[in-house]
C-alpha cells in the first residue's frame, strides 16, 4: 500500500481512508474519491497532489495564510470510515502537522462534532513515520481535516 503525502503549510497528511464494513477494514481506494473543497493552495503543489496516491508530489497552502487549514474529501458514496493516515514529507520534515480535527458527514454540510481531535507526536524534526489517527467506524461520504498547528522552526511546538 502506498501513502499519500499532502502538504498544509506544514506538510501533512496521507489520505488512505480505512473503511469497516463489519470487521473486515478495507482501503478507500485513491480513484473512489475526490476533492471537494480545499483552504488554501500555493499554486504549484496543488490540492489534488494529497489523493493522487504519489508519495513523490506534496500538496502546500499559501504560506501567507493563518491557520486554520481544511481540506475536505468526497469519497463518492457513503462508508465507514475508521481512520486515516497522515505521511509527513519525506522531502522536507518542515512544516508537518500539529494539531488537528477530523470531521465526517453525510452530507457535507452538518460536520456535528469531531470524531478526532489531538496533537500529533514526532520524534524528532527528521521523523517522516506515519501518523495514524483512529476513531469509530462513522458513515459518512465527506470527511473533513483542519489543520489547528504545525511543528515549524517558527513555531510554538517544537520538539
Given at each position: 500500500?502506498?501513502?499519500?503525502?499532502?502538504?498544509?503549510?506544514?506538510?501533512?497528511?496521507?489520505?488512505?481512508?480505512?473503511?469497516?464494513?463489519?470487521?473486515?477494514?478495507?482501503?478507500?481506494?485513491f480513484?473512489?474519491?475526490?476533492?471537494?473543497?480545499?483552504?488554501s493552495?500555493?499554486g504549484?503543489?496543488?490540492?489534488?497532489?494529497?489523493?493522487?496516491?504519489?508519495?513523490?508530489?506534496?500538496f502546500?497552502?499559501?504560506g501567507?495564510?493563518?491557520?486554520?487549514?481544511?481540506?475536505?474529501?468526497?469519497?463518492?458514496?457513503?462508508?465507514?470510515?475508521?481512520?486515516?493516515?497522515l505521511?509527513p514529507?519525506?522531502?522536507?520534515?518542515?512544516?508537518?502537522l500539529?494539531?488537528?480535527e477530523?470531521?465526517?458527514?453525510?452530507?457535507?454540510?452538518?460536520w456535528g462534532?469531531?470524531?478526532?481531535?489531538?496533537?500529533l507526536?514526532?520524534?524528532?524534526?527528521?521523523?517522516?513515520?506515519?501518523?495514524?489517527?483512529?476513531?469509530?467506524?462513522?458513515?459518512?461520504?465527506?470527511?473533513r481535516l483542519?489543520?489547528?498547528?504545525?511543528?515549524?522552526?517558527?513555531?510554538?511546538?517544537?520538539?
Open positions: 500500500m502506498t501513502h499519500k503525502i499532502l502538504l498544509f503549510l506544514f506538510f501533512l497528511l496521507a489520505f488512505p481512508l480505512l473503511s469497516a464494513a463489519q470487521c473486515d477494514p478495507e482501503w478507500i481506494p480513484e473512489a474519491y475526490t476533492l471537494r473543497s480545499v483552504s493552495e500555493d504549484t503543489n496543488v490540492a489534488t497532489n494529497a489523493i493522487d496516491g504519489n508519495v513523490e508530489t506534496l502546500r497552502t499559501s501567507n495564510t493563518p491557520f486554520p487549514h481544511e481540506l475536505q474529501i468526497d469519497l463518492g458514496s457513503v462508508r465507514a470510515v475508521t481512520q486515516l493516515i505521511t514529507p519525506l522531502s522536507n520534515p518542515n512544516g508537518k500539529a494539531e488537528y477530523v470531521y465526517v458527514s453525510m452530507d457535507g454540510e452538518d462534532a469531531a470524531q478526532a481531535a489531538g496533537l507526536v514526532y520524534d524528532g524534526f527528521e521523523d517522516t513515520a506515519d501518523q495514524i489517527i483512529d476513531f469509530g467506524a462513522v458513515d459518512g461520504r465527506y470527511v483542519v489543520a489547528l498547528s504545525n511543528y515549524d522552526v517558527g513555531n510554538v511546538h517544537r520538539w
